[in-house]
Nanobody, 116 residues
Framework: QVQFVESGGGLVQPGGSLRLSCAAS????????MGWYRRAPGKQRELVAT???????NYADSVKGRFTISKNNARNTVYLQMNSLKPEDTAVYYC??????????WGQGTQVTVSS
């Protein structure tokens, strides 16, 4: 079992910033990557950003240049700094952990709302 503590979501005006964090704990033996996905109302869940254990980073085109993913390996924690937020960034953001054994684990999600 893997547990997550997600924080940092909320309501922000367009152009504003938020920082999400996700700390994983429990039966974590080997992490291949951690990342963030999001699901907007009426849409499928999509990748936002991932970071591998080795530090390789992947961003969705829609967030490149605005979002920055980082991690603290010692704390099994991943962060997402979101700047220049747009209304279309409104979604539930989910933390993801992909293990070296090929298992996917998901956080409970945190709501991000960008609105004036």
């Amino acid at each position: 079992q893997v547990q997550f503590v997600e924080s940092g979501g909320g309501l922000v005006q367009p152009g504003g910033s938020l920082r999400l964090s996700c700390a994983a704990s429990g039966s974590i033996f080997s992490i291949a990557a951690m990342g963030w996905y999001r699901r907007a109302p009426g849409k499928q869940r999509e990748l936002v950003a991932t970071i591998s254990n080795g530090g390789s980073i992947n961003y969705a085109d829609s967030v490149k240049g605005r979002f920055t993913i980082s991690k603290n390996n010692a704390r099994n924690t991943v962060y997402l700094q979101m700047n220049s937020l747009k209304p279309e960034d409104t979604a539930v953001y989910y933390c993801n952990l992909f293990s070296s054994h090929g298992s996917n684990y998901w956080g409970q999600g945190t709501q991000v709302t960008v609105s004036s």
